[in-house]
């Protein structure tokens, strides 16, 4: 099924590459995990890709593929996009990592762009990724302070360092603001699955969570949340219509910005292979308002720690912090190293239960 | 049972049934199509347009009565194209179906540019005095919404209008040799005809219990290969109605265990919890059908084969 629409695009793709070429306009492609109408992660890429659209007009021709799995096909879409004659293609998933990789050394010509990976073993390929955690600090935080039931609901998608980074880092500023705190973990091994994220909201629920947090793409949760009257997150994108009572701010991915940048480069000839990691200050990661259900002493709370990060006066992963096991990870005052972050495969000390390999 | 340490019994129970509901509806009304000798792999995109009409028509009509009944006609109409496409132009059925499922995917997501965020009217859900008060039927048995009884009325009427109607008997004459069905004087394309539109409005209903019932909102591809799963089931469970109930059940079941054992914190391996679902499901189906070599004879003689009157 998914198979056969990419075949569409692929040939809507050949047929783009015949028309005649007049201005030659800069051909941007992008592949999604989910479908943009996801409201979550595809979404937000989808909307920075809209971005550069607005941005440059007739100057660029961007062209996208949805609800790609990642593997081996997003290895043919991207291939097609490279044969039809794509500029540069941002690919948006984690799992594309080998699949652009393995593309790009086929195509020297073609850049392209990785989200949250760490493998570039090719000039043409560029890695960009943001600092969710530190969203994920600020709302841990907030979390902790609102519970009731001292029992937060994490619905994970896949073991990988961004969501295992991701739990600790809400998991450190929670515990923080309030000891008693505990997390429980779902795994619910897919980006994008309304009806098993909503079950998995319930179980949470029936646990006696009454804040949910999730790192799945669907805002099925929220819709949950919204129905039992508990609170939830958005995430990588506002959630607020989907819960106008139960979001108490949301982690909002703001790529447009980025993808302007380098779309202007590949226009100049200026595009050169690099890995950046963006946050707050740079305007990646952006939390949607604040709910008005937040009692004002937490507002203070959290905004100062936004403050904080933006200006680059605190990193929320600072020692003393411990691993899951009790041994020593970072000393009183010491921040961690990107690397170790990006291949985070520990639980920090407090957290239950293992993580899955 | 230490096993389900911190877990509710009676929440999970009732949570499977719930989760079972989708499936079990598209499958049901799948398993009606094949009986009567046509594969209809448009199932996904079935739910997927059921699940966006009828959540539009609730939120239009503000009774999510209405909106399954328009969820259910939905259904029927993208099959009615497939039947059309399939009896009367007799086009592969194969091929048929699968752009059936690209159309409904494509046109839902048309069809909900509007409804993103919308919250739905709210599912009622049987209440009746006493009975819904009981201590663990009450909320087992005596609490769902009308999809859950529905699905559960129509396994049981499947399996009486197969096995005892005159009606049922053609449908399956059908599906077993519509040459000779034909011979006989039956309507074939009309059989069949009815047999799509009634799958059709089945899988509709079942995409409409996922987008008003379980999720509650519209998301653009949220039945996420529910209708694959549903087609899966029909096969493993061999064309009979009640396996086809427990195969739901059962993957609905262990679905909603595995993520009840997780948020308890039992400690099993959690990759192992996520597949289970799919690998339990299939092994019971196949175990209980494995002594039995006439368990092939279920699989209609005629599926899949276009049917053209010589003549």
């Known amino acids: 099924m998914q198979s056969t629409k990419r075949m569409l695009a692929g040939a809507a ?345 | 049972m230490t096993l389900l340490a911190g877990i509710d019994p009676v929440a999970v129970a009732a949570a499977l049934i719930v989760a079972a509901t989708p499936i079990l509806l598209a499958a049901i009304g799948e398993l009606v199509t094949e009986k009567a000798g046509v594969l209809n792999l448009g199932v996904e995109g079935m739910m997927i347009l059921g699940a966006v009409v009828g959540f539009a028509a609730a939120v239009a009509t503000g009774s999510v009565l209405l909106g399954l009944a328009a969820a259910a006609a939905a259904g029927a109409a993208l099959a009615g194209l497939f039947a059309v496409l399939v009896l009367g132009l007799l086009a592969n059925q194969v091929a048929t179906g699968l752009a059936l499922t690209l159309f409904g995917l494509g046109l839902s997501a048309l069809i909900g540019q509007g409804y993103i965020g919308v919250r739905p009217p709210p599912a009622g859900r049987l209440a009746v005095p006493g009975l819904s008060d009981l201590p663990v039927l009450g909320r087992l048995v005596f609490s769902h919404d009308v999809l859950v009884y529905t699905g559960v009325a129509l396994v049981a009427g499947v399996w009486a209008f197969l096995r005892f109607s005159r009606a049922g008997l053609i449908l399956r004459a059908v599906g077993e040799s519509h040459d000779a069905a034909h011979a006989l004087g039956f309507p074939v394309r009309r059989v069949r005809a009815l047999a799509i539109l009634f799958g059709g409005a089945c899988a509709g209903l079942g995409g409409a219990h996922l987008s008003l019932v379980r999720v509650p909102q519209w998301t653009e591809g949220m039945t996420a290969g529910a209708g694959w799963i549903a087609l899966a089931l029909v096969v493993f469970a061999s064309w009979r109605p009640w396996r086809v109930m427990l195969g739901a059940w059962l993957f609905g079941g262990i679905a909603v265990l595995q993520l009840n054992l997780q948020a308890a914190g039992v400690k099993i391996p959690v990759e192992y919890l996520a597949m289970s679902p799919y690998l339990v499901t299939i092994l019971v189906l196949v175990i209980i059908t494995a002594d039995r070599p006439r368990a092939a004879l279920h699989a209609p003689a005629a599926l899949g084969r276009p049917f053209h009157a010589a003549g």
């Open chain 1, 13 to 357: 793709l050949a047929l783009a590459l015949a028309a005649p070429a007049a201005a030659e306009p800069v051909k941007v492609g992008y592949i999604y995990v989910g479908p943009i109408g996801d409201y979550g992660y595809s979404h937000e890429h989808n909307v920075g890709r809209l971005a550069v659209d607005a941005h440059f007009g007739d100057k660029v021709e961007t062209s996208y593929v949805e609800s790609v799995p990642e593997g081996a096909d997003a290895e043919r879409v991207m291939t097609q996009m490279a044969l039809a004659g794509t500029d540069i293609i941002f690919a948006t998933s984690f799992g594309y990592m080998d699949p652009v990789n393995n593309v790009a050394a086929r195509f020297p010509d073609v850049r392209f762009e990785h989200a949250t990976g760490y493998k570039r073993e090719h000039p043409n390929v560029a890695l960009y990724n943001a600092r969710f955690y530190e969203g994920r600090a600020v709302i841990g935080h907030i979390a902790a302070r609102m519970t009731k039931t001292n029992v937060i609901g994490y619905i994970a998608s896949y073991p990988i360092p961004e969501v295992i980074m991701g739990i600790n880092a809400a998991y450190l500023h929670a515990r923080k603001a309030n000891p008693q705190i505990q997390f429980k973990i779902v795994w619910a091994y897919t980006w994008f699955d309304p009806a098993l994220e909503a079950d998995a909201a319930n179980a949470l629920i029936e646990q006696g969570a009454d804040v949910i947090m999730q790192h799945t793409d669907s805002t099925a949760p929220m819709a949950i949340a919204e129905q039992k009257g508990f609170y939830a997150f958005g995430q990588a994108s506002d959630m607020i219509a989907f819960g106008p009572n139960a979001q108490l701010t949301a982690i909002i991915d703001n790529w447009g910005p980025y993808y302007i940048d380098r779309v202007q480069k590949v226009i100049d000839g200026t595009w050169e292979s690099q890995d950046v990691w963006l946050g707050m200050k740079e305007d990646m990661v952006v939390m949607a308002p604040l709910s008005e259900r937040i009692p004002a002493d937490v507002r203070a709370e959290a905004e100062a720690m936004m403050a904080a990060i933006k200006a680059g006066t605190y990193h929320p992963f600072t020692g003393p912090i411990n691993r899951q096991d009790g041994t020593p990870w970072l000393a009183a005052g010491e921040v961690a190293d990107d690397k170790t972050l990006l291949g985070m495969n520990f639980y920090v000390e407090g957290i239950e239960g293992a993580i899955p390999n």
